[in-house]
Antibody, heavy 125, light 107 residues
Framework: QVQLVESGGGVVPPGRSLRLSCAASEFTFSTYAMHWVRQAPGKGLEWVAVISDDGTNKYYADSVKGRFTISRDNSKNTLYVQMNSLRVEDTAVYYC??????????????????WGRGTLVTVSS | DIQMTQSPSALSASVGDRVTITCRASQSINSFLHWYQQKPGKAPKLLIYAASSLQSGVPSRFSGSGSGTDFTLTISSLQPEDFATYYCQQSHSTLYSFGQGTKLEIK
């Protein structure tokens, strides 16, 4: 069925790196922008990064800019995030999310319409 | 950056109650406002997009309204499965942002 499945989470010491992957199924991955959203334990949702459908445009939250890199491989229907210089405050469940859109009075409106189950990243010594 | 503020942060209500959650943006976001429901241990689920459009499969007791800076999510008659945390989110800016969440609990 239509789904997103994240992998790659785990426990990592501060300052180290980790790469998360997200495999997309049963939809045309290459036509959708994709996001990473995270949630620290017991906290709210924090938007992390977005990549355009063709991978040319990428934007990041200030909290991860310069440390995280979002990328995608449309031939493999897979989204990635490379996380470097990890900090304790990066501990969170990381969700892979598809961006849908609709037209409202002639204007495109984008929203997060399909979420993966998430993968937990724990940054701890 | 656009800041999103939800109120209340927590709410106690009973089955059958009508409940309203508000979300305010720090600047005008037109109709680029969406609502999500999250249950413990689960991923968020899209309920309302573009301020007032009901996502496919979402019960009609959920409704959204507003534009500009002030928005509301209304549940017309609470059901047991509606007790969850609700988040608003803006997509007016390239850098998306969420409200802090409203936890809806059983009274």
């Amino acid at each position: 069925q239509v789904q997103l499945v994240e992998s790659g989470g785990g426990v990592v010491p501060p300052g180290r790196s980790l790469r998360l992957s997200c495999a997309a199924s049963e939809f045309t991955f290459s036509t959708y922008a994709m996001h990473w959203v995270r949630q620290a334990p017991g906290k709210g949702l924090e938007w992390v990064a977005v990549i355009s459908d063709d991978g040319t445009n990428k934007y990041y939250a200030d909290s991860v800019k310069g440390r995280f890199t979002i990328s995608r491989d449309n031939s493999k229907n897979t989204l990635y995030v490379q996380m470097n210089s990890l900090r304790v405050e990066d501990t969170a469940v990381y969700y892979c999310v598809r961006e849908g859109f609709t037209m409202v009075r002639g204007v495109e409106v984008w929203y997060l319409d399909l979420w993966g189950r998430g993968t937990l990243v724990t940054v701890s010594s | 950056d656009i800041q999103m503020t939800q109120s209340p942060s927590a709410l106690s209500a009973s089955v059958g109650d009508r409940v309203t959650i508000t979300c305010r943006a720090s600047q005008s976001i037109n109709s680029f406002l969406h609502w999500y429901q999250q249950k413990p241990g689960k991923a968020p689920k899209l309920l309302i997009y573009a301020a007032s459009s009901l996502q496919s499969g979402v019960p009609s007791r959920f409704s959204g309204s507003g534009s500009g800076t002030d928005f509301t999510l209304t549940i017309s008659s609470l059901q047991p499965e509606d007790f969850a945390t609700y988040y608003c989110q803006q997509s007016h800016s390239t850098l998306y942002s969420f409200g802090q969440g409203t936890k809806l609990e059983i009274k």
